[in-house]
């Protein structure tokens, strides 16, 4: 069965530190992909990242960073100077593949972020 | 953003009765999905499609049914609804080698 893991529910750090959020996952596919996506306040799902298993690369976009580490089955998300707007639920997710071809993605149960000044 | 519109946006219904929820998607996608956001257990899948009536259950499919006569539109209905269906629903479209976008989500309340 798949699982995903994010082992803190809330963190709250003052503006301008640099914050991880933490993702462990467990699935016996070989080929899957990995998700992260934010919650704001308002509600809506804004798809953030999609990490296919094959690609161990870490990324960087803007002020924010993922790591990738299949041997611990960890995908790491990292954002550096952290800013109020960044305030939100944050989701990582595991998909595994279903009939037709679709992916069906397993959250994990999300970590609250709080950005203080 | 990708074209996902979801009605309506919030429902008051009492227990015992039928609802239907709607998902609309001008993208031209062959996947369609259903979740719930519950607190502590982040989004579960109900039922998706990947295909004009073709469809399959996913792990809190009880008591949801779906139905897909066009492309476009997903729609998931509650036969006769619950207070634990009381929920936050998300339509999503994507999937296979697309990336997964969410539409903005259904407040269902059931008193």
């Known amino acids: 069965a798949q699982k995903v893991t994010q082992a803190q529910t809330e963190i709250s750090v003052v503006e301008k530190e640099d914050v991880t959020l933490d993702c462990v996952y467990e699935?016996?596919?070989?080929?899957?992909?990995l998700f992260w996506y934010k919650q704001p306040p308002s509600g809506e799902l804004v798809f953030l990242i999609r990490?296919?298993?094959?690609?161990?690369q870490n990324e960087i976009s803007g002020r924010y960073s993922w790591n990738f580490q299949k041997s611990t089955s960890s995908f790491n998300f990292t954002i550096t100077a952290s800013q109020v707007v960044d305030s939100a639920v944050y989701f990582c997710?595991?998909?595994?593949?279903?009939?037709?071809?679709?992916?069906?993605?397993?959250f994990g149960t999300g970590t609250q972020l709080k950005v203080e000044l | 953003d990708a074209g996902i519109t979801q009605s309506p946006r919030h429902k008051v219904t009492e227990t015992g009765t039928p609802v239907t929820l709607r998902c609309h998607q001008t993208e031209n996608h062959r996947y369609m999905y259903w979740y719930r956001q519950d607190p502590g257990h982040g989004l579960r899948l109900i039922h998706y499609?990947?295909?004009?009536?073709?469809?399959d259950k996913g792990e809190v499919s009880d008591g949801y049914s779906v139905s897909r006569s066009k492309t476009e539109d997903f729609l998931l209905t509650l036969e006769s609804a619950t207070s634990s269906q009381t929920s936050v629903y998300f339509c999503a479209i994507g999937g296979g080698r697309e990336k997964l976008f969410f539409g903005s989500g259904t407040q269902l309340s059931v008193l």
């Open positions: 499609s990947y295909g004009v009536k073709d469809t």
């Open positions: 699935t016996r596919d070989t080929t899957y992909y």
């Open positions: 997710a595991l998909s595994q593949w279903v009939t037709g071809g679709g992916n069906k993605l397993t």
């Open positions: 990490r296919n298993s094959f690609d161990e």
